[in-house]
């Protein structure tokens, strides 16, 4: 018989995450550490089963788990229900759930250093598992500030970044992002399908993500938008009364539908009605216009297979990363993490989940607006002109350097 081949990395540490979650044994001795999780910002899918996958593999470890309702908020008030000691938390069938059980706020913990401080010290908290977008980087960095003055926030703790924007510093992807980006193609899908019978109609659609144009740009890239506007990349009147001047000469075309998506925050000065108005005006004779504000319905109802795996691995690796860290941080029966490394946020870069300091990604961010400063998705705004037909020059080369060989050259030949 041939030999059995070697499963692919991925699928090994999928189904090893499998094995851990489905058939879940607490071991008969406790670690006697508590984990506590909770969710921070704004509601998005997948963050159900992140608390799933961190409780379950918890559980495993012989950690005492608590979860937090209501956020950095929930915390301070004291919303930590304490689990039965025999059953299982009830998390079993929250894979599925859209939005966030725990409850979610977009609370910031600077004002309530001294509230949050006494309860991690009454529920005896020896790490923090923070799933949630950008005011859980920021609220984590806060409570590294707080370090200095109280000793209880020198514990390790770990952000999951989980929001439909997909605006979190140090990670590719967030949960969430791939729910919203499948509901707003869809909703495209829907809309351009209403003009099916009606020849000659632009529709102009307003994306959520803040000041991020990652779901402007990737749902026009999906759905074969004409032209996506976003805040990253400006833009002014001469690029928008190049989009209507295409637009115009495409009605003449077989093709008689156009679609333009524009992110909330893109232009202070041309919003969403701005563009309509222009539109409008400019098409008047060749094509009408119609416009959609899809709000809050982006975010979705159930989580996508996507967002379900990445939060259960997620989940997964931030527990065995905290579960060492604690380990590490421990000095005689007491935990005490005060160093950059023992508050890390958990990204995916390009194929591999990271563990990066939140300290070190400060430097990355733009405050201001709330985004990255470099986002690897602008790289693809270019494919959106090419598939829209414009008649653009496009660079592709990448520039890199040579490196030479010489040394090991002379390594062989000196084993030789």
């Known amino acids: 018989t041939p030999p059995t081949p070697p499963l692919h990395r991925s699928f090994q540490n999928n189904w090893n995450v499998y094995k ?16 506590a999780v909770l969710n921070v910002g704004a509601p998005a899918a997948g963050m159900n089963a992140a608390v799933r996958s961190t409780v379950r593999i918890g559980l495993i470890h012989g950690h005492r788990m608590l979860a937090v309702h209501d956020g950095f908020e929930g915390l301070a008030y004291g919303k930590v229900p304490i689990p039965r000691e025999k059953g299982v938390h009830r998390v079993g069938s929250w894979t599925g759930l859209g939005g966030s059980k725990l409850g979610t706020k977009r609370t910031l913990p600077k004002k309530y250093f001294e509230e949050i401080s006494t309860n991690i010290s009454n529920f005896g908290i020896h790490g923090l598992i923070i799933i949630g977008g950008f005011e859980a980087f920021t609220g984590s960095l806060e409570l590294m500030e707080g370090r200095a003055k109280y000793e209880e926030l020198c514990i390790p703790l770990c952000v999951i970044p989980a929001t439909v924007s997909n605006n979190v510093p140090g990670s590719d992807f967030s949960i969430g992002a791939d729910t919203a980006l499948n509901t707003i193609t869809t909703t495209c899908d829907r809309i351009k399908q209403s003009a099916a019978g009606t020849k000659r109609r632009v529709f102009i659609i307003e994306t959520m ?3 991020c144009g990652y779901l402007a740009t990737m749902a026009g890239l999906a759905g074969g938008a004409d032209a996506a506007y976003i805040y990253e990349e400006h833009f002014n009147i ?22 333009v998506l524009r992110n909330e925050r893109c232009n202070e000065n041309y919003t969403t009605d701005f563009i309509y108005n222009l539109y409008s005006e400019e098409g008047k004779g060749i094509f009408d216009c119609r416009k959609n504000v899809l709000g809050h319905m982006q975010q979705g109802g159930t989580p996508t297979p996507f967002d379900r795996n990445f939060g259960t691995k997620m989940g997964a690796k931030a527990v065995a990363w905290i579960t060492g860290k604690i380990k590490e941080c421990s000095r005689h029966g007491r935990i005490f993490a005060n160093t950059a490394d023992s508050a890390c ?14 300290t070190e990604l400060k430097e990355q961010t733009d405050f201001e607006h709330r985004i990255p400063k470099e986002q690897w998705w602008l790289k693809l705004r270019p494919i959106l002109k090419i598939l829209a037909k414009y008649s653009i020059e496009l660079d592709t080369s990448e520039k890199a350097h040579l490196e030479h060989i010489t040394r090991k050259r002379i390594s062989l030949e000196s084993n030789i």
């Open 238 to 259: 001469h690029d928008l009364q190049v989009n209507v001047e295409h637009l115009t000469e495409k009605m003449k075309t077989t093709v008689k539908r156009g679609l």
């Open 345 to 358: 946020l958990l990204g995916m870069r390009k194929r591999s989940l990271v563990f990066q300091p939140i």
């Open 209 to 211: 993500g803040g000041f």
């Open 20 to 35: 851990l979650l489905a058939h879940i044994r607490p071991p008969s001795t406790k670690s006697g550490y508590t984990l």
